[in-house]
């Protein structure tokens, strides 16, 4: 099985997206619109909840609570790459 990048940062962004930076240095962003089309992820637009992510313990995903994470995997995998600010920018 192959080991992915735990997860070291993250800043959640306008229209449910997630920067996050891994611990081999590499920076995602990942874009939760199609996760919000599932019943399960809907409780992400009620009120400020999305914005109460944090690291889970290790850096294996993020938390939102009991019901709602996400992995490092999914977002190492799913993530579009991001090198430089010029193209956070234009993600934007």
């Known amino acids: 099985m192959e080991n992915y990048p735990t997860i070291k940062y993250i800043e959640l962004l306008s ?5 996050a930076i891994f611990d081999d240095g590499s920076i995602r962003v990942y874009g939760l619109d199609e996760r919000l089309k ?14 109460k992510a944090t690291i889970a313990n290790g850096g294996y995903g993020i938390i939102w609570n009991d019901e709602l994470d996400l992995s490092e995997y ?3 995998t ?3 790459p ?3 600010v010029e193209q956070l920018a234009a993600q934007a």
């Open 15 to 19: 229209d449910y997206r997630i920067f």
């Open 38 to 51: 599932q019943p399960h992820f809907k409780a992400l637009k009620e009120g400020d909840l999305f914005y």
């Open 78 to 80: 799913k993530g579009q």
């Open 82 to 84: 991001v090198s430089t």
């Open 74 to 76: 999914e977002l190492w």
